[in-house]
């Protein structure tokens, strides 16, 4: 009967009601659950706000945050971050470029995948239970070190290891991950690169130097800001570790375990909140970077 | 050249046991009987599952295995649903603010989860939600990392397939489930094993949000469990395999799934 059958966009308006229609969950998710809530914690970063007695709140400006950098506990917290950034980051990055350069290097690359990748789809809390037995004062690392005449620590209960065996950890949950993005990192790099650098002289170690590394350039850039984006949040493994509490003496005090105190054990919300910008204010850096150093490398 | 692949063999075959051995060691410790945790040689006839049955039968290890799937299947479906349909709108359809709406999704994933503690806490609690499977599913049902990757996705559908569906007389939802859907396998392999992995590991949300041992998750059962009975070290271990095993057996059935998702999104 019509010559033509209807178009599936017969006209805008219908496309743009298809279009809501479509995307309406998650518009509703946006507004509900992330664009009201962050501009309602911004709003009560300037207050003096308890959620037990929210009759009282009072704005107090930009107090919270002043006091935020004269607040020990804050600067401890920002300070084992920080730590545990600079200690994960660079090792975890080391090793999974090296373990990546080897598999990619010999036979039986799914085996060594996996098992490479198992310990990133544990739990954080299984793997902080595993180590603390491990790491445990009559634990299998202790018993192997008196092997050598070392009488180790009990190390969770240590201001000094505490800190350093949950950096060992997060290491070995995540240097998998890290690994597999570099091993498509080195899957991009074209034959004939190698083959012209060969022709050119360049072997083993120069190749690898000269040549190699500097071609996953990008792929390390990516890997080093995306790790320092999830260690600056550490959280499960030294809430698990510590009881909650960031001990002993603050030395596994996170940023985020100190907003997770601060917000619901005293109830400053206000306070929490302001923290909490803080933290993103650091992690926007972070990406700030990235995108300006990938962005200029695009050119 | 031999001796020196020889040596990368070995390299990767240590590191493979640096991976495994916890796994091992906790197994094995999880099979023995309490008084024999801290004795490394026990011999393998003594070990037994009684662990096992110990906490299942006298701790709600078994509610919190199912209350970990309830909400991980719930929270899995829930954002293929809504992922997938907001990232084919973003592709597929033309509609005024496309473009500042799609910036914002964009934007909204450099904020940390963690802004949203005290206001989330506050609404659902407002809502009467804490502690309950509401409260632990409905508020994280979207990810706007998954509507770009479906974005993506569909961007690299050919357009000709749509005309052909057109011409066979499919309507919109038609186009939707019967032509994009059955192509997009890879992409709802990506979403549904990333986001059950977050949910089934997830910490920081469900022990903030939970109360009760009626609504913990397993991770937040573990941990509990593992804070009155460190002791007992073998029942502990047993909970850690009980959490982890699943997960463990879910990533040797998809790895070459795992390991596309991983890399896909360290090139983007």
Redesign the interface.
């Known amino acids: 009967m019509n010559a033509k059958?209807p178009?599936?966009f017969r006209n805008?308006f219908e496309?743009?009601v298809?279009?809501?229609i479509?995307?309406a969950?998650?518009?509703v998710?946006?507004l509900v659950?992330?664009?009201?809530?962050?501009f309602?914690?911004f709003y009560?970063s300037f207050f003096h706000f308890s959620?037990l007695d929210p009759q009282n709140a009072k704005f107090i400006g930009f107090s919270n945050y002043i006091h935020l950098f004269q607040d020990k506990e804050f600067l401890r917290a920002l300070g084992n971050t920080s730590l545990y950034t600079l200690g994960v980051v660079p090792v975890q990055t080391a090793l999974a470029l090296g373990?990546a350069l080897?598999?990619n290097?010999?036979r039986?690359k799914?085996?060594?995948?996996?098992?490479?990748?198992?310990?990133t789809?544990?739990?954080?809390?299984?793997v902080s239970?595993?180590?603390?037995?491990?790491f445990?004062p009559?634990?299998?690392l202790n018993?192997f070190l008196a092997n050598f005449g070392i009488h180790g620590p009990n190390y969770f209960n240590s201001p000094k290891f505490a800190l350093p065996a949950i950096m060992l950890m997060a290491i070995?949950s995540s240097v998998?991950?890290f690994m597999?993005?570099y091993?498509?990192?080195l899957q991009?790099i074209p034959e004939d690169v190698y083959e012209a650098a060969e022709l050119d002289g360049a072997r083993g170690w120069r190749l690898l130097w000269h040549v190699t590394i500097p071609l996953l350039r990008r792929?390390t850039f990516?890997?080093v800001v995306?790790s320092m984006?999830g260690t600056f949040?550490v959280?499960?493994q030294v809430?698990?570790v510590s009881?909650g509490n960031g001990g002993p003496l603050n030395s596994t005090l996170s940023v985020?375990l100190d907003?997770?105190n601060k917000?619901?054990k005293t109830m400053q919300?206000g306070y929490?909140?302001a923290m909490?910008?803080v933290?993103?204010a650091i992690?926007?850096i972070f990406?700030l970077i990235q995108n300006f150093f990938l962005g200029r490398e695009d050119k | 050249m031999k001796k020196r692949r020889t040596a990368l063999y070995v390299v990767a075959i240590l590191y493979s046991f640096v991976t495994l051995l916890p796994f091992i060691w906790s197994i094995y410790t999880s099979l023995k009987p309490t008084d024999q945790v801290f004795n490394f040689w026990t011999p393998l006839s003594k070990l037994n599952f009684s662990s096992y049955s110990y906490i299942l039968k006298n701790f709600p290890f078994g509610h919190w295995l199912t209350n970990s799937i309830i909400i991980a299947v719930i929270v899995t479906i829930g954002n293929l649903f809504v992922n997938t349909l907001a990232g084919y709108a973003f592709a597929r359809f033309k509609f005024p603010l496309r473009g500042i709406l799609f910036f914002v999704f964009l934007a909204i994933m450099m904020i940390p989860g963690q802004v949203l503690l005290v206001p989330i806490y506050m609404l659902l609690a407002k809502l009467g939600w804490i502690d309950t499977y509401q409260g632990l599913t409905i508020p994280f049902l979207m990810s706007p990392f998954m509507i770009f990757l479906a974005r993506q996705f569909f961007l690299g559908v050919p357009k000709e397939l749509e005309e052909a569906a057109q011409i066979d007389g499919l309507g919109r939802w038609g186009v939707f489930f019967k032509i994009f859907l059955p192509l997009s396998r890879p992409l709802l392999a990506t979403q549904i094993i990333f986001t059950f992995q977050g949910n089934w590991n997830a910490f920081l949300w469900p022990v903030l949000l939970t109360t009760s041992d009626d609504m913990y998750t397993l991770p937040i059962g573990l941990n509990s469990f593992y804070g009155q009975y460190s002791a007992y070290w073998n029942s502990v271990l047993a909970g850690v395999i009980m959490l982890t095993l699943p997960m463990i057996i879910i990533f040797l059935i998809f790895q070459k799934q795992f390991v596309q998702g991983i890399s896909s999104s360290g090139i983007k």
């Open positions: 059958r178009s599936l805008k496309q743009a298809a279009g809501y479509f995307l969950p998650a518009l998710a946006l659950f992330l664009i009201g809530p962050i309602y914690a009560i959620f373990l080897i598999v290097n010999i039986g799914t085996f060594f995948r996996v098992a490479y990748y198992i310990p789809v544990t739990s954080t809390v299984a239970v595993m180590f603390m037995f491990i445990s009559d634990g299998i018993k070995w998998g991950q597999i993005i091993l498509a990192g991009d792929t990516l890997n995306m984006i949040q959280f499960d809430y698990v009881g985020v907003i997770f917000g619901f919300m929490a909140s909490a910008f933290l993103f992690i926007l990406t």
